[in-house]
């Protein structure tokens, strides 16, 4: 998928985790993870899936659920292979951001009852847990973004932000690439009303066309539309880790994020 190249990313200085908000450590012993050894896994494979099941119970343990992570929330494998796989992606980048592994010990256990071997990974860790919970009030609403285009289509929604005055970015992304398609070098940063509706593109100078990548039959495309409070610069690589990464590095209380995907036959 390609819509027309209109990106212009402001410089700025990084923004890191303890720049966005406050956290605690806790600590959390005895994680466990499991994950079945198959046909399909490999020893090496499921040792890696068994230890980041250890991580996500460590997180649990340590009172954070995962939907840390859950403006991916609405994918599913129905939504096709990729975008699972993209989703997983995100889902071992943000835990692995959260967690800081002290100790780990791997098994491999036997299950004589279904007959199927294991590998089993249990860990103490360090979980960096955010002091900052997400402002109730704050809420965004989009309409318009279509479940399926046509090749050549126009992209265009219109969006309302509830409770305060706040800055816009709109990212876009496939399993192979990446922008943030507002703001652009044609419509420029700025601060939309609380209560008012506006449409993406938020001028008439540009129209958002879909385009597959070439030679693919179907594309699945993601579409992330998040306000904020202050006016957050992006300035990290133009790829799914990296914008996902920094959307949950800005403090949930500043920050109202809408997940939209969609199809390009």
């Known amino acids: 998928m390609s819509v027309r190249r209109i990106i212009l990313v402001a410089a700025a200085l990084l923004l890191t ?8 450590t806790v600590r959390v012993r005895k994680a466990e993870g499991r994950w079945e050894v198959s046909s399909d896994i490999t020893m090496a494979q499921a040792e890696e899936k068994a230890f980041l099941e250890a991580k996500k119970e460590a997180l649990r343990n340590a009172g954070i659920m995962e939907n840390v992570w859950s403006v991916m929330g609405h994918i599913s494998s129905s939504d096709g292979e990729k975008f699972s796989e993209a989703y997983s992606s995100v889902s071992t980048l943000a835990i692995n951001g959260l967690v800081n592994v002290l100790e780990k010990k791997v098994e491999e256990i036997w299950d ?19 002091n900052v919970q997400e402002d109730l009030a704050y809420k965004l609403t989009v309409e318009g973004i279509e479940t399926v285009y046509r090749q050549g289509d126009i992209l265009k929604c219109s969006f309302k ?10 990212f876009w992304f496939t399993n192979d690439e990446a922008a943030m398609i507002y703001p652009n070098e044609y419509e420029g940063n700025r601060l939309f009303k609380a209560g008012e509706e506006y449409s993406i593109p938020v001028t008439d100078d540009i129209d958002l ?53 969609t199809i390009i036959k």
Do not use: C
């Open 112 to 130: 004589p009852n279904i007959k199927r071997l294991f590998k089993v990974v249990t860990i103490d860790a360090e979980v960096v847990k955010s």
């Open 209 to 261: 066309v879909m385009e597959k990548s070439k030679n693919v039959d179907t594309e699945y495309v993601n579409i992330i539309i998040l306000a904020t409070k202050k006016d957050y610069a992006y300035v990290d690589p133009m790829d799914f880790q990296s914008i996902m990464s920094w959307i949950y590095h800005i403090p949930a209380d500043q920050r109202v994020i809408h997940h939209d995907a």
């Open 17 to 24: 985790w303890s720049a966005f908000g406050q956290t605690e």
């Open 161 to 170: 932000i509830h409770g305060y005055d706040s800055y816009l970015k709109v």
